[in-house]
């Protein structure tokens, strides 16, 4: 049966929860088209198994944002849990994942250096004078990546 919708999952550092949230925001129109649902830790609710439910979401996930900054690289908990398992589902041909650069660090060395990052030329959200440019290109980048996977299913 053909999928109508994605999946997406949110990995980020907890520091950068304010960029996460205007990022979202500019996802609306995916969202309310009905060709996305996006996931994020934030969903949770008061009870349940925190990493049970993040590792089941990410491992239904078709499209994975690893939003970029020195605090996510730092995060014990987003490289031992979440990047792994996001790099072999990538590799694996079962989920697309996409850098989303947040803020300047250096991400030359992680295993997802090799995928082409958003925003364009992998400029940090940080760097733009208006941010609003910024989420605008990465949620065109993403329509156009959902798109483009909703066609071949």
């Known amino acids: 049966m053909p999928k109508?919708?994605?999946k997406l999952f949110l990995s980020y550092a907890h520091e950068d929860e304010a960029m996460k949230q205007e990022l979202d925001k500019n996802?609306?129109?995916l969202k309310r088209s009905g060709?996305?649902?996006?996931?994020?830790d934030r969903q949770i609710m008061a009870g349940q198994e925190w990493d049970?439910?993040?590792?089941?979401?990410?491992?239904?996930?078709d499209i994975i944002l690893l939003l970029i900054s020195v605090d996510f690289n730092n995060s014990q908990y987003i490289w031992d849990k979440e990047l792994t398992t996001a790099m072999a589902r990538h590799e694996a041909g079962e989920a697309r994942i996409i850098p989303i650069i947040l803020r300047?660090?250096?991400w030359s060395d992680m295993p997802y250096a090799r995928l082409?990052?958003?925003?364009?030329g992998?400029?940090?959200?940080?760097s733009y004078a208006d941010k609003d440019i910024a989420y605008t290109e990465i949620a065109k980048?993403?329509?156009s990546v959902v798109d483009t996977m909703l066609e071949l299913i």
């Open 141 to 143: 980048g993403i329509r």
């Open 4 to 6: 109508d919708k994605l």
């Open 116 to 120: 082409q990052a958003l925003p364009t």
């Open 52 to 61: 049970a439910v993040i590792k089941g979401e990410l491992e239904t996930a």
């Open 35 to 40: 060709k996305l649902e996006v996931w994020q």
């Open 122 to 126: 992998a400029k940090p959200v940080s």
């Open 104 to 106: 300047t660090c250096d």
């Open 27 to 29: 996802l609306i129109g």
